[in-house]
């Protein structure tokens, strides 16, 4: 990726195929693939969207801060969409993406199971997978979510229960379940897929997925460039290691290692860890870290799936808020953005909504 040193000089991170699904939203926030040390405010941006059956380029809407799509049914099919970011008049990023646009129905009714293997994202509430499920529902997909943990009372975004089921630990780490014994795949000191599935029952078969959706927790404490790539060679070794033991344990399972969302402003890292952990360092971590998992998983054939979250959460407006006071002599109150890292609901389902096109993707 570009250094990142000076405004001239700026990375967007986007995989080369992305999905979208006809009739829901499609959303790409430029806060979550656009890698700089600078205020997105320092760029223009110029999205050239060539959507199949779209002559008119009505379909998409370029906005201040994201692009953005619902498909209707003319714009099933392959398209491009090209991202250009501009420092003034100069030319400093670009990235083009192919984007497959998928009917909501399946052909004919599918059963897949999904175990997620993740942190709090998914373990704190389990809204992500509860409206996972609702929308692959509508897409004439029937989504067993499979675990040794719950969240019985998850809702998705119409406020329907959908007890959801996972192996999401809030904290955690690639390292915690890759070697630690208390992880539910260390068995005698070793990742054990198999032996995990016979301990508790669990099957899974061609075809079903398991989700790594981790990064939070390792990319928090490294505080310079340095240390961040050495985090990131354990984190991809270790990942490395997971995908080939959990597909030589269950040939044909499809894996999706889902990208890390972007995170809120500064005044969340301060209401969350005063002056521990800055913004832009997490942020700088995140992008290095997105760059790696694009250089080693895009455009994989062995059924190995990038899952594009970190650029679908809106970090604007759906991220929590608290009414709080100026100052001390101010006592009139503002909205203020309080969680750095979880979103209020509307994001944990815009979350759940990232994951479901590329699930929708893989069937007829």
Same mark, same amino acid.
């Given at each position: 990726?570009?250094?990142?040193?000076?405004?001239?000089?700026?990375s967007l991170?986007?995989?080369?195929?992305?999905y979208?699904?006809?009739g829901?939203?499609?959303?790409?926030?430029f806060?979550g693939f656009?890698?700089?040390?600078?205020d997105?405010?320092?760029?223009?941006?110029?999205v050239?969207?060539?959507i199949?059956g779209?002559?008119?380029?009505?379909?998409?809407r370029?906005?201040?801060?994201?692009w953005?799509?619902?498909?209707?049914p003319?714009?099933? *099919?392959? #398209?491009?969409?090209?991202? $250009?970011a501009?420092?003034?008049?100069? %030319? =400093?990023g670009?990235? +083009?993406?192919?984007?497959?646009?998928k009917?909501l129905l399946?052909?004919?009714?599918v059963?897949?199971?999904?175990?997620?293997? *993740?942190? #709090?994202?998914?373990?704190n $509430?389990g809204q992500?997978?509860?409206? %996972? =499920?609702?929308?692959? +529902?509508?897409?004439n997909?029937?989504?067993?979510?499979?675990?040794?943990?719950?969240?019985l009372?998850?809702?998705?975004?119409?406020?329907?229960v959908?007890p959801?089921?996972?192996?999401?630990?809030p904290?955690?780490?690639?390292?915690?379940?890759?070697t630690d014994?208390?992880?539910?795949?260390v068995f005698g000191?070793q990742?054990?897929f198999?032996?995990y599935?016979n301990?508790n029952?669990?099957?899974?078969?061609a075809?079903?997925?398991?989700f790594i959706?981790?990064?939070i927790?390792?990319?928090?404490g490294p505080?310079?460039?340095?240390?961040?790539?050495?985090s990131?060679?354990?984190?991809?070794?270790q990942?490395?290691a997971?995908?080939?033991n959990?597909?030589?344990?269950v040939?044909?399972i499809?894996?999706?290692?889902v990208t890390?969302?972007a995170?809120?402003?500064?005044?969340?890292?301060?209401?969350?860890?005063?002056s521990g952990?800055?913004?832009?360092?997490?942020?700088?971590n995140r992008?290095?870290?997105?760059d790696?998992m694009?250089?080693?998983?895009?455009?994989r054939?062995?059924?190995?799936f990038?899952?594009?979250?970190h650029v679908a959460?809106?970090?604007?407006n759906n991220?929590?808020v608290s009414n709080?006071?100026?100052?001390a002599?101010?006592?009139a109150?503002f909205?203020?953005?309080?969680?750095?890292?979880?979103?209020?609901?509307?994001?944990?389902?815009?979350?759940?909504?990232?994951?479901f096109?590329?699930?929708?993707?893989q069937?007829?």
């Amino acid at each position: 990726m570009n250094n990142g040193l000076d405004p001239s000089s700026v990375s967007l991170q986007l995989p080369s195929m992305l999905y979208g699904v006809q009739g829901k939203e499609l959303n790409l926030y430029f806060d979550g693939f656009v890698s700089s040390w600078f205020d997105l405010g320092f760029y223009n941006f110029d999205v050239i969207s060539n959507i199949v059956g779209d002559a008119n380029l009505l379909a998409s809407r370029q906005e201040n801060y994201r692009w953005t799509i619902t498909p209707g049914p003319a714009n099933v *099919g392959l #398209s491009s969409v090209a991202f $250009n970011a501009y420092y003034g008049p100069t %030319l =400093v990023g670009c990235q +083009s993406a192919t984007l497959r646009i998928k009917p909501l129905l399946c052909a004919a009714p599918v059963s897949r199971k999904l175990l997620t293997i *993740g942190d #709090s994202i998914i373990g704190n $509430n389990g809204q992500p997978l509860a409206e %996972l =499920v609702n929308l692959c +529902s509508q897409g004439n997909i029937t989504l067993t979510t499979v675990g040794t943990k719950s969240n019985l009372t998850a809702t998705d975004a119409q406020n329907v229960v959908r007890p959801v089921y996972h192996e999401a630990v809030p904290g955690k780490s690639f390292n915690y379940f890759y070697t630690d014994g208390a992880s539910p795949f260390v068995f005698g000191g070793q990742f054990d897929f198999a032996q995990y599935l016979n301990v508790n029952g669990i099957s899974l078969s061609a075809d079903d997925w398991v989700f790594i959706f981790l990064g939070i927790n390792d990319m928090s404490g490294p505080t310079s460039d340095a240390a961040m790539q050495a985090s990131i060679g354990l984190m991809l070794a270790q990942q490395n290691a997971m995908i080939a033991n959990i597909q030589a344990v269950v040939p044909g399972i499809r894996v999706g290692l889902v990208t890390t969302p972007a995170c809120a402003p500064q005044d969340s890292f301060g209401a969350n860890y005063g002056s521990g952990l800055v913004g832009w360092r997490y942020k700088r971590n995140r992008a290095l870290w997105l760059d790696a998992m694009l250089s080693s998983y895009d455009k994989r054939s062995d059924k190995v799936f990038l899952v594009p979250a970190h650029v679908a959460l809106d970090t604007r407006n759906n991220m929590q808020v608290s009414n709080t006071a100026f100052n001390a002599y101010n006592t009139a109150t503002f909205s203020k953005q309080v969680n750095a890292i979880h979103p209020a609901s509307s994001g944990f389902y815009q979350i759940g909504a990232s994951l479901f096109p590329t699930i929708r993707a893989q069937e007829n």
